[in-house]
C-alpha cells in the first residue's frame, strides 16, 4: 500500500523559521541568507509527523552525499525522532558508483521510459522554495563561469527593472514584520504569508537578491552557489535598520556574536539542537523592543533606507543635536578620554622605556 | 611666529589605512565602512609628527563634544605623544555655551567681517576625505526626514547612472588590492592611491557606496548618517569573495570575530593602542593566502560578483563536482551525520523522559 | 534634620547578586570572585531607594577616583535615578589636594579630636561584605611584597587547618544552590542567606578562597589585590561541575561567552544596563535543566569533586561504556573523522603545491 | 620484515606542545589541562614521520571508537600525510563485536598464553605521558562513583603531603618558563624538559594537579575522567599571573576569546590544521612581553602565588597608588563615569515612558 501525502507548510515556515532568521539578520559568511537551510528543519518537521502517523520505520531523501542538505535533512529527523532509520540513495555505493551524476539519470529515465517533467539542457542544479532559489553544480562548478542570464527565476534582471522606484513602509513588531504598505498604491499586507509573497513579488520586479558566492559547506569543501532572495534581502535591510534605532548598542553586540552562531547552527543544520533552540531564545528576547516602521525604496537591485521611526527608540534627537544641549555637559567627555586614554599613555611609556633599552622586540 | 603646514598623506592612509579596513572586511555594526574613522589616526599622526617637530605643547582641534572624532583624535593623539595637551574649544563651556551651534557661529563671523567659503544654506553638516563623506546634523537629526537629492557628492544618483555596466577585474594580494582592470575601455591602476581614486571615480559615476543608518557612538549616544563609500564598497565585495575562496572555512569564523573588533577599536578611536595593534597584526596573519582576481560589474549602486580565480584557492572543483568522484566516499556523510547526532538524540531523550515526568519546564 | 537609615539587604544580595554570578560562574579575569563588584548594585538600589523615599536630590559615596566602586556605585545610581546629583569627595580637588591618602586623615582626625575605630596600623585598605574582603593599597602596591599572614579575617591560614577534610552535599537547582548538607555532622541549610552563610564558615574553617593577583581596573589601570571568597570558591567548583553533566556541550559553550561579557559588565558597574539584563536572563534560561547534586570534599584550601548525580543529566553511561554497546556504532566514527578531515587534507595539498612552486610564504 | 622504532619525543612535547598550551592558559572546558590532548599531535607526528621513512601506506592505532583520541591521532595523521590508510581495530564490526571489553581482551590473552604485564586488578583505564595521568571507564564510569584512593599514580595524597610548603621561582620569557628555582634548596631548572620534570615532582609531592570531572567528548557524548597533572597545574597559575601585570587589558580580551577557542582544536584534534596554526601564532603574537618572575607556594594541592616582577610590567605603582598623585586626575573620573552613563539613563527613561503608557512588556 502506497499513501501520498502533501502538507501546505508554507506560512509555518514563514514564521517558524525565516521570521526568526530575519530576528538575526542571519546571514552566513556575511552573505547568504540561507533559503535552502531555513527551510529544511521545516521539511523535516513534516516528514517525521508523516512516518510517526504512518509508524513508519524509515524516511528517506534524494539529497546527495557531498553537501549540506543531507546533513539538515538527517540531523532534524534524528533530533525529532531519535529512532528514525534513513535511506539516502546518494550515499549508498551501488547507487552512487551506477550513476556518476544527472547525466546518468538521464540516460537511464530515458532508457527506461521513465517521463521526466525536466530536461538536461539546463546544465546545473536547483533547489527553490518560497524564500529562494539556489543555483549549483554543473557549469556552475568553475568559479570563473559566470552565471549565465536566463538562470535567474524569482528576478528580473536588474539592468530590465524598471525605471520607476517603488517605495515600501515596512512595519515591525518584536522584530518581525507585521505589516508591509505600497506607498505608490496603496497595497497593504499583514499576513505573515501574504507579506513575504508580496516583497518576493516586489523584490522580485526590481531584481533584488542576487549573489553569487564560494561558500564553507558543513562537511569541509568549498562550493560556488548562485542565489536569489527577494523579500529575504529586502527585510534584512530594513531589519538592520529599525534594530539600530530600538537596541541599545551594548545589547546589540552581544546579539552580534549570537546571530553569529545561529547561522552557523542554522546552514550546518542543527535546527533542533539544545544550542539553536538557546540562541533562538537570547535572540528572540533582545527583540522585545524592536518595533517601528522603515521606509524603504526598492530600484533595479537596491533596497535603499530612506526613513524610520519608532515609539521605542532609543535616538533621542535632543541629546545628539548639535545645537540642543540637552542634558549632556561637553566637558564631560574631557574627563571620559583622558580616563580612556591611562592605559594608551602606560603602553606608550613602557615602550619608550624599551626602545630606550634596546630590548624592544 | 605662525607656522602654517600642509602634508600630503592620501597614499600613507590607503595603505596604512583603509587597506587593513578593506583586509578586515570592516564594517561597523554591519553596514559603516568607516571612512571618517579610518582616517582619524593619520590626521593624528601628522598632527603630533608636526608638534614634536615644531615643540609644542598644545594641539587644538574643532571636534564637538558629542561625537566620536574628539574621542579618536584625543586618544591617538595621547597615545602617540602621551605628555601632549590638547585645546578642544567646543568642549570649554564659555565658547560651547556661547556659540550653540553652527547658526551662531555664521552670525558671529558676519558681525565680525571673517570671511567664510561656506554658506548656511545646507542645513546639514559634512565631513570628507577621499574615503567617503560623512552628512549629519541639521534636517537630518530627524530620523524620519528623508535625505534631500542634492546631498551627495562623491556619487551619482543611482537613477541616474549610466544604462551601461562597467566591468572591472581586481586583483588581490594578500587581502590587498593590487591591480584593477576596466574590461571595457583598458584602464589599469597598480598605484595604491591612484588604483583607489579610480574605484571612487567608476563608483561615484555609478552611484555606488550610499547609506543611511543610525549608528552607536562611542559616548552612548545614537545618531543618524549617511555616507557615500564608493570604493570601500566596492573593495569590500570583491574582497570578500577573494578571501573565501582562498581562506579556510575555520580561520574565517576566528578572522571574523576579531573583524568585529577591529571595527569597534577603530570606530571608538583606539587605532593606537595595544590592541589594534595585536588586532591587526592576526588579520593581516590571516591574508597570507588571499590572493587572486575577481570580477565584478558596477551598475546603478549595484557591486555583482561575476567570477573569480586564484592560485591559491582551496576550492576544488574535483572535489566537489556532483559528477567526478574525487577523494571523498558519500559514504563518510553517513558516520558523520550519525555522531552529530548523538548528542541530539540524547537530549531529545532526556526532554521525553522529563515530559513523561511532567517535570518538563 | 538627619535620619539615619540602615537596612539588611544580606538575603537579596544573595540572591539577587551573588546567584547569578554563580550561574554564571563567573570570574574576572579568570581568577577573581567579583565579591565586591557583585555587591556594589545592590547598595546603590538601596541608596536610591532612600533618596526617593527622602526626595534626596544628592548622594554622596566614599570611593576614590581611581578604583572601580566609583564607576559601580555612580553607574547604577544613574541607571536608576537619571537625575540623581552625587557627590564624591575624592573627585573634588579640594579635598584630594588636602588629603593625600589615608594618612592625612588619620592626621586630621588626630588633630580634631575624631574619635576613629580603626588605627593606622594596617597598612593596606580593606573592603568586606558577607561574599568576601578585599585588601589593597599600602604595603601590597608594591606587587613583590607578600602579603602578611595576619591580613585574611575571613579564612584561616591553609597551614592552620584542621586535619580532618569536611565532606558537603550541595544540591542545585536551576544552577543555584538550594540545600548544602555536612555528611560529617548532619548540618542542613536550605534558606539562601543561612547557605550561603554556613560555606563561608566551612570555607573559612578551612582555608579555602584566598587569591593574590594583578587585575585591570576599568578606568585603565592595573592594580594588585589580596581577596578572600569561601562560599563563592565552593560553589563556583560544585557549580562548574553540576553544569557540565547537565548542560549540552554547544549551549555550554555560547553560554561560557556569554559568561565572559557578564563577568566584564559586572566588574565595570554596568549591573543595571540593558546589555548586563540581557546577558543575565540568557544565562538563567541555560540553567534551566542544571539540577543535582555534588559531593565535595573541603581540605587546608582545596575543593575536591567527589561524585555528582543530577535527574536532567545528559551522561549517558550505556552510551559511553567501553563494555556495553548502546546506541552507538564504533564504525560510523570512521566517517566522521574522515569528513572531518576533508578540509585538512586539501590545505595539505595547497601548500605542497605552493612549496613546490617555491612561493610558499 | 618487521621494525621496531622506538623516539623520545619527550622534550619536542614539552617545547612544541605544551609551552603553547601554557602560553594559552589552555583549560577545556574551564577545568582539564589537556594533557592527553596535547601529546597526541606529538605522537601523530612521529608516526607519520615513521610511516614515510619506512614508506609504510598504513598505520595503526588502539584508541576505540568512541573517545577522542581516535580523531586526534587520525585527523592529525590525515592532515601531515592526506594519503595515509589507518588501520583500527576498535572501529572493525569483526573486532568490536568480538571484544567487547578489556576484559574479553584479558580473557582472549589468557587463553591463547599471551603474557600481560597488567592486570584486569584495576579497574578502570588509564592514559599517562609526562604531562599528566588521565583515569576513566570501568568503575568511573559511574559518575557517582568516587574514585579510589589508590588510583593516582604522579601525585601523593594532598592529605599525605608535606607539612612543609616549597618555595618556587618561576621565571618566564615570552609567556614560557625558563627557570625554575626552588628557594628553600636553591634547585635550578633552566632546560625545558629538565623544568617540566622538576614541577611534576615538586608538584607530585604536594598532591598539587587533582581533578575529577565530566566532559564533553568531541563526538558527543559526556564522560566521566580524573586527572593529574602537577607542572600543568602550576605553570597554569603562574603564567596567568605574570601574563596579567604584562599585558593591556583590551589585548587580554581578545587572546582570552582566542584561547577558548584554542582549548576547543587542541581537544577536537585540530592541531595541525590552518586554523589552529592561526590560532597558535596570534596567542604566541601577544606573549611578546609576558616576561618576568612569579613567586608560588606549593603546599598540600594548593599553588599560591606570593609576588611578582617584571620588567615590562604595565602594573605602575604610582598611577594607583592613593597615596601618589602620579599623572591622572581623579576629577577625569566624573566625566568618564557620566559619559558611561548616557546610554543607561536614556534606556531608564524609555523604560519609564513605557511603563507610564502600559506597553512594557
Partial sequence: METYIVQDVRKAFVVENIWPGIQANCLYEDRYLMGTALARPQIAKGLIECAKQESAQYISHGA????????RLELSSYALHPDIEIIAPWKIPEFYNRFLGRNDLFEYAKKNDIPLSITPKKPWSMD??????????????NPMTEAPDDL????????????????????????????????????EKTDPLELYLYLNEVGGRHGVGRIDIVENRFIGMKSRGVYECPAGQILLIAHLDIENITMDKAVRRIKQGLSLRFAEQVYEGFWYSPEC???????????ENVDGTVTVEIYKGNVFIKSRCSASSLYNEELVSMVMKGNYEPEDALGFIKVNAVRLKEYCRLRSSQAEKGDAS
Fill in 128 to 141: 527553490g522554495n518560497l524564500m529562494h532559489i539556489s543555483y549549483e553544480s554543473g557549469i556552475l562548478e
Fill in 277 to 287: 533552540e538557546f540562541t533562538r531564545h537570547c535572540i528572540d528576547k533582545s527583540q
Fill in 152 to 187: 535567474y527565476q524569482m528576478t528580473v534582471d536588474p539592468k530590465k527593472a524598471p525605471d520607476i522606484a517603488d517605495k515600501l513602509e515596512i512595519q515591525f513588531k518584536r522584530g518581525v514584520p507585521v505589516r508591509v504598505k505600497n506607498l505608490a498604491d496603496g497595497t
Fill in 64 to 71: 546527495t552525499g557531498k553537501g549540506n542538505d543531507q546533513v
